[in-house]
């Protein structure tokens, strides 16, 4: 039995316990895996999701065809796009706009936003532009989802580990402390890695390390550069591991803060060495990947938040939109 199986079992508890049995039978369940299950073999991840339908099955609430399956990237950004604009009331906002999103998770990364430049439809790579109805109005929107740019995936390819896995070879990297020498579970492998012993260390070599990873490989629309974006997810975690922003609250920074704190921290590896010996690496990683990757500039403002409204910043309520308008056009 797979251990995330599991964990769907325990959270079908805590639905029975919040909604009334006469409800339940109306009540539908869905699975959406993202990214993380993605980057797994076929195999192994159709056995996890085959596993979560025979649970939902057993289980006395609503069970829509395709409830369980893996998500389009694309998807998966125009959802939170859609959550974060109606929790911020911009939807259909005529004074102020909607705002962007911005999602980096361990495997993927997605931005989402809608053009305000003819040039940016223009010039947008074939299948960057994606129509999007929901609340009886339709949404063109540029979206994209990077996979094997989330932060997780990135920190293999920077230490070189991405393309060759050798049992037993340690990976090392001038973003790691000197003296590191530690095993990572991802995807399924264990990596040993450390510092580099005879390099030099601090943000100049280790951003010089990461920006070769996203470097030309993502696409840079000009006018996002002035435009307003909320990022959620590992950017808000690692500005939360910074003192950034507040763990509650968020915040709004530039995009030169995550610059700042990087260089404070990779300056200084032995003083952050047991928060993470990561922090260094992933620092530099969300600067390079939103200067060098997307083209932002060092003070474009980013709003970072966990909640708005008291509910989470994530595709998660767009998802429970889209399904229910989709029940909706069933019946």
């Not at 006395?60 to 369980?68: G, Q, R, T």
């Not at 980096?104 to 999007?132: D, K, M, R, W």
């Not at 943000?203 to 470097?215: G, H, M, N």
């Not at 620092?283 to 409204?309: C, M, P, Q, W």
């Amino acid at each position: 039995m797979y251990e995330g199986a599991e964990t769907v079992r325990e959270l079908l508890k805590v639905a029975k316990e919040s909604i009334p049995p006469t409800h339940w039978e109306k009540t539908p369940v869905v699975l959406k895996a993202t990214a993380g299950l993605r980057l797994l073999p076929e195999e192994k991840s159709q056995a996890l999701l085959s596993e979560v339908k025979e649970i939902f099955e057993e289980s006395p609430f609503l069970v829509p065809d395709e409830s369980v399956s893996i998500m389009n990237g694309t998807y998966e950004g125009i959802l939170a796009w859609i959550t974060i604009n109606f929790l911020t009331a911009r939807l259909h906002n005529t004074n102020r706009g909607p705002v962007g999103t911005l999602d980096l998770g361990g495997a993927s990364t997605q931005i989402t936003f809608l053009p305000q430049s003819q040039n940016t439809v223009l010039e947008a790579p074939e299948n960057y532009l994606s129509s999007f109805e929901m609340f009886n109005r339709t949404y063109r929107l540029y979206t994209h989802s990077y996979l094997g740019f989330g932060l997780k995936v990135a920190r293999l390819a920077v230490l070189g580990a991405l393309d060759r896995h050798e049992k037993g070879h340690i990976y090392s990297s001038s973003c790691l402390p000197k003296g590191t020498r530690a095993t990572w579970m991802f995807g399924g492998s264990t990596y040993r890695y450390g510092g580099d012993e005879k390099g030099v260390t601090g943000f100049q070599t280790c951003y010089s390390e990461v920006a070769k990873v996203v470097r030309g490989n993502l696409h840079q629309p000009e006018e996002i550069a002035s435009s307003t974006f909320y990022a959620f997810s590992y950017y808000y975690d690692r500005a939360v591991d910074t003192g950034l922003i507040d763990n509650e609250r968020g915040g709004v920074i530039e995009v030169k803060d995550f610059e700042r704190k990087a260089k404070e921290v990779c300056n200084n590896l032995t003083n952050y060495k047991r928060a993470s010996p990561f922090l260094c690496m992933d620092l530099s990683y969300i600067t390079a990947l939103l200067k060098e990757g997307f083209g932002f500039h060092e003070d474009s403002i980013i709003r970072l938040s966990k909640k708005v409204n008291n509910v989470e910043a994530s595709w998660a309520l767009g998802a429970t939109f889209h399904l229910l308008q989709s029940l909706k056009s069933q019946h």
